[in-house]
């Protein structure tokens, strides 16, 4: 008798072990209040990106070329991972507000053009820890670009908004740059 309590004992624990897992169903509608909108802000942020893609201390690295990357007029091809420091001011040496970090292929065969993937990581105090996530089209040789931001965590949890960038310098020689970034974001 004994020996038949231990596997219908196992069985009766695994039954209710699925029969639990089985009863949460994949998704649930939750009310709108759950997201609290009459809470949801619109924030500025206003930063410059320093992106350094050449000499020892370089924050930008090709990782990656197709065959036709050297030859392109464009670059076509070429993958670049980054961890650029973004600053308050234009000034490399000014406050340290995060990183921007991700990366940015050569994604148009005709013009001038970067697919970016990039989180921009904030450090500054009431941001600290949070991020935002951008992807999209950045086609470099127009003065103003425009770039949507997909999400955020912390701060920035639900985010959707744009960022317009800016390029005030670059370096043609070694493709050093310094971009001025206005992030609107709704979170």
């Known amino acids: 008798m004994a020996n038949n309590l231990i596997p219908t004992t196992l069985l009766l624990i695994l039954s209710s072990i699925i029969f639990l897992a089985k009863s949460q169903p994949f998704s649930t509608s939750l ?11 619109l924030t500025r942020l206003h930063f410059f990106f320093h992106d350094v893609v050449g000499g020892p201390n370089a924050t930008a690295i090709r990782v990656a070329a197709a065959p036709i990357t050297n030859t392109s007029t464009t670059g076509f091809g070429a993958v670049v991972i980054m961890d650029n420091l973004l600053t308050e001011g ?76 800016r390029t005030i310098f670059l370096n043609e020689t070694n493709g050093d740059a310094i971009v001025e970034y206005n992030v609107y974001v709704l979170h």
Request: hydrophobic fraction near 35%; proline fraction near 7%.
């Open 90 to 165: 234009s000034n490399p040496n000014s406050k340290r507000v995060g990183r921007a970090q991700g990366m940015y292929a050569s994604a148009d065969m005709s013009n001038m053009s970067f697919m970016m993937v990039q989180n921009y990581v904030f450090e500054d105090e009431r941001f600290n820890g949070s991020t935002l996530s951008v992807l999209g089209r950045n086609p470099i040789t127009s003065p103003v670009r425009e770039l949507p931001v997909v999400g955020g965590t912390g701060v920035f949890r639900f985010a959707s908004g744009y960022a317009e960038a």
């Open 31 to 41: 009310p709108r209040s759950t997201l609290r909108p009459e809470r949801q802000n």
